[in-house]
């Protein structure tokens, strides 16, 4: 829901930061592993208690995740680096919520609940965009990307927007994750709504979100 703004407001320091990264031969891959790496670090840091560094981690992760496109809009856009960001991403945010599980073992069943319905956005974003590709939609409203960015309430900016909060007041894990859970289910709905609308209609139409 809010990415398209956040898009218009980092895009400019964003793509500065990575044209000049690209001119010393940073390539936009490196960025991502590197960046998920980071990320994974907030695994153990709230296992061993640390929330706050966990969020600085994840910060830092989301950081190299803007770079990596910018780094490869600067460059050469390539189908690989598209499929390594996403499959880090869904991993990573997988991944985070299992930390919390291992922060408090009371937490896991939350947890186990709301994986499940990062399993749901990530599905219903991704066979989106196949079917998407497949038919020529087209979308810039998240930015120019490698594939169809299908929008919804629980996007990017959100999922980090909780992740901070539940850092910052790890307490308040459990009824933020049933807020945030409901969002995601909701994100399914409209998503598989805008696909009943989009994929009953003729080829080659581009959506405006």
Do not use: H
């Not at 956040?6 to 793509?15: D, G, K, S, T, Y």
């Not at 960046?35 to 910060?59: C, E, K, M, N, W």
């Amino acid at each position: 829901m809010l990415d398209p703004f956040m898009v218009r407001l980092i895009a400019p320091p964003i793509n500065g930061i990575g044209r000049f990264l690209a001119q010393r031969n940073v390539t936009a891959n490196t960025v991502t592993v590197l960046g998920f790496l980071i990320g994974l670090g907030a695994v153990p840091a709230l296992a061993s208690g640390r929330p706050d560094l966990a969020l600085g981690l994840i910060l830092l992760n989301r950081i190299a995740d803007g770079l990596d496109g910018a780094i490869a809009r600067a460059t050469q856009k390539t189908d690989f680096g598209a499929y390594l960001d996403i499959v880090l991403d869904f991993i990573f945010y997988a991944a985070v919520v299992f930390g919390f599980a291992l922060y408090d073992p009371n937490y896991a069943l939350v947890a186990a609940a709301l994986i499940a319905s990062f399993i749901g956005t990530g599905a219903s974003f991704l066979a989106f965009a196949i079917i998407a590709a497949k038919r020529g939609i087209d979308t810039e409203a998240r930015g120019k990307k490698s594939f169809f960015y299908s929008g919804g309430l629980a996007e990017g900016t959100e999922t980090i927007v909780f992740f901070a909060l539940v850092c910052l007041q790890p307490d308040y894990f459990v009824p933020a994750s049933l807020i945030f859970m409901a969002l995601c289910w909701m994100t399914v709905a409209m998503r598989v709504n805008q696909a009943r609308i989009a994929f009953t209609a003729p080829d080659d139409v581009t959506i405006k979100d």
